[in-house]
């Protein structure tokens, strides 16, 4: 009976984090100096204007954020997709960076951490 239990248990907790967005990849371009431009790829259950990934910020290594990109509709059939910020302005003077993107229903994702040294 135990068994059954933490099976349904352990199921029911998978099917509600498959919901919650997630980043998938992200692929950053220094155009020149300070100005990048940031591809992110969101994988997410969109299932309508209710329930979909809205968008993504960048927030340097104090958790502030320092550019969004919001996503104006839901991509339900387009899984995983990815959009860019161009033009984004993140510091040469910063080393560490997050992304962190965003769903209508569960709010925001685990953070993303990305090393600009590496880039």
């Keep these: 009976m135990y068994k059954l239990l933490i099976m349904c248990l352990l199921l029911i907790g ?13 692929k950053m371009h220094n155009n020149d100096g300070d100005e990048y431009r940031v ?22 290594k104090n958790k502030k954020v320092i550019a969004q ?10 899984q995983p997709f990815t959009r860019s910020l161009y033009r984004a302005k993140i510091s ?3 080393k560490l960076i997050y992304i962190r993107a965003h769903d209508k229903v ?8 990305i090393n600009l040294n590496k880039q």
Excluded: F
Aim: charge should be negative.
């Design 14 to 26: 998978q099917n509600v984090m498959a919901n919650e967005v997630q980043i998938v990849n992200v």
């Design 39 to 60: 591809d992110v790829t969101l994988l997410h259950g969109d299932t309508g204007w209710d329930h979909y990934a809205d968008g993504w910020e960048i927030l340097d």
């Design 69 to 78: 990109r919001i996503l104006g509709h839901p991509h339900v059939n387009e």
């Design 92 to 94: 040469q003077h910063e």
């Design 106 to 113: 569960h709010g925001y994702s685990e953070l993303y951490k």
